[in-house]
């Protein structure tokens, strides 16, 4: 098969699929985004018979993919499972939706409810932008004074979209959190996230360490991946002390590098395996 790879950074991952592409025996095609334009109403001249979206930045991958999509190409993932995985907010929704568990978590559009819905949650509770990547703008509150400090400052940001409040529980855990990876409705490696840190993302300094994949958490991912659409996917768990394993978040541009340095397992070649297999079909 010809198989695309949309990307805007050359990082491990970009260079890991292109040659498993390679490997087993089909022609990788490097779409590098900021390098070319793209036309509407023409077919962009790609001759892939699918394309693995890469792009770091959520707005190129969103945007790309949906030309790639008009053009008639299949898209790993696809633009709405991009947009349900990106948005925090429409991810909790569809979680809910299917009864996947998840820290308590509320919605508030000006300071005074989101003040009345963190009472209602309990001190500390931790307010993220509903998108965004890498722990980044992402606060713990501990009591009312230092949330009202925090909603003051989102709500004199230039971003309309930091006026909406995405509140949540402070879940009680270890000094770790869990991203496992859902590959078309499997779930092959998962790695623990290590850190001192309230925040546990490998992007802040947190320690990848190889982590069993339990029925349990495998039932609970396939569930979460399932639930915003499928495809290729990484999921963030977290252990509550007292209410056992929760969906955190999903991410539908996943890296991988620490997980294949920690634990060996040949992640890229099982994405572009299992991608061929299904949409062989």
Known sequence: ??????????RFEEKALLQSINNLGHKPLPIHVVAREFWINE??????DFIIQRCVSYNRAAATTAIFERSGYIVVNNTQVLRNSADKLLTSCLLARKNVPTPVTAIALNRETALKAARKIGFPVVVKPISGSWGRNIARAFDEQSLLDILELRENMPNPQMKIHYIQEHVDKPERDIRAFYVWGEVPVAIYRVSKNWKTNTALGGKAQPCPVTDELADLVIKAGDAVGGGVLGVDVLESREKGMLVNEV??????????????????TKIVEKSVEVLKR
């Open 43 to 48: 077919g962009n001249g790609l001759d892939a």
């Open 251 to 268: 991410n539908g541009v996943v890296e991988f590098r620490n997980t294949v340095l920690v634990t060996g397992y040949d992640l890229p």
């Open 1 to 10: 098969m010809n198989i695309g790879l949309s990307y805007d950074v050359v």
